[in-house]
């Protein structure tokens, strides 16, 4: 990790500039997908789920290294789609990941704190959309291009389905998904949001039309002879 973390406890952040928040942004939100330097880190892959709180004047992550991790945060107005870090911060020094730096949770936890530490005295982007099914998705840009997607809900679980052989195409897509599946029959094709809403579903087809979805990350539920198949797909 290219930080240092300075702070062995959290101190009380009291004497912040009275910029207003958006109250929209105050909120936990938990990630689904990190992209720094050009490489995205998905938690499912890692099994690690990173998250963060906003707060009204600090953002609050974990890190491989620490816990806590408390970030003064400001805003130019309550209308800006910008915000700002530093350069108070404050971390506990105890580990949350006890694997080797290339360990699952090191490499999770490492890529979404890099994500902000790496760009700390420049502004962030962000944008907030409201889901079809009453969740909201939370978006941020660094100055270097990298991007963090948040929901206000936590990823499905999708542990307890199997693992069979499905293919999706295109992905991302813009108005039709594909299943290609090493069985002849796909039975039905169901599509949920993030916090595990059905969206959208489809009987005795190997196509589903997802035109009507808004854009972001889904998971489709392909059930074909018997076995229940889960994969992750982009909606442009």
């Not at 420049?122 to 291009?145: A, C, H, M, R």
Request: with cysteine.
């Amino acid at each position: 990790m290219r930080y240092f973390f300075i702070f062995i406890t959290l101190l009380a952040f009291t004497n912040i500039q009275a910029q207003e928040t958006p109250p929209e942004i105050i909120d936990q939100w938990f990630l689904y997908e990190v992209t720094v330097d050009g490489i995205s880190y998905i938690p499912e892959d890692y099994d690690y789920f990173p998250d963060i709180f906003m707060e009204e004047f600090n953002l609050q992550f974990t890190t491989a290294d620490s816990v806590g991790c408390s970030i003064v945060t400001s805003f130019p107005s309550a209308t800006s789609t910008l915000f700002e870090l530093g350069p108070d911060y404050a971390c506990l020094t105890k580990p949350y990941c006890y694997d080797d730096p290339d360990g699952p949770c090191t490499i999770m936890f490492g890529a979404h704190a890099d994500f902000y530490f790496d760009y700390f005295d420049q502004p962030f982007g962000f944008t907030i959309t409201e889901n079809p099914d009453e969740t909201k998705s939370l978006e941020v840009t660094n100055d270097n291009g990298d991007v963090a997607i948040y929901n206000s809900e936590p990823v499905l679980d999708v542990s307890k389905f199997e693992n069979g052989s499905v293919t999706i195409y295109p992905n991302p897509a813009v108005d039709n998904i594909h299943i290609e599946s090493s069985t002849a029959q796909v039975e039905r094709i169901v599509v949920y949001s993030l916090s595990g809403q059905i969206v959208g579903s489809t009987e005795g087809n190997k196509e589903m039309d997802i035109s009507g979805l808004s854009s972001g990350m889904y998971l489709v539920e392909v059930v074909s002879e018997g076995q229940r198949t889960v994969k992750k797909f982009v909606k442009r």
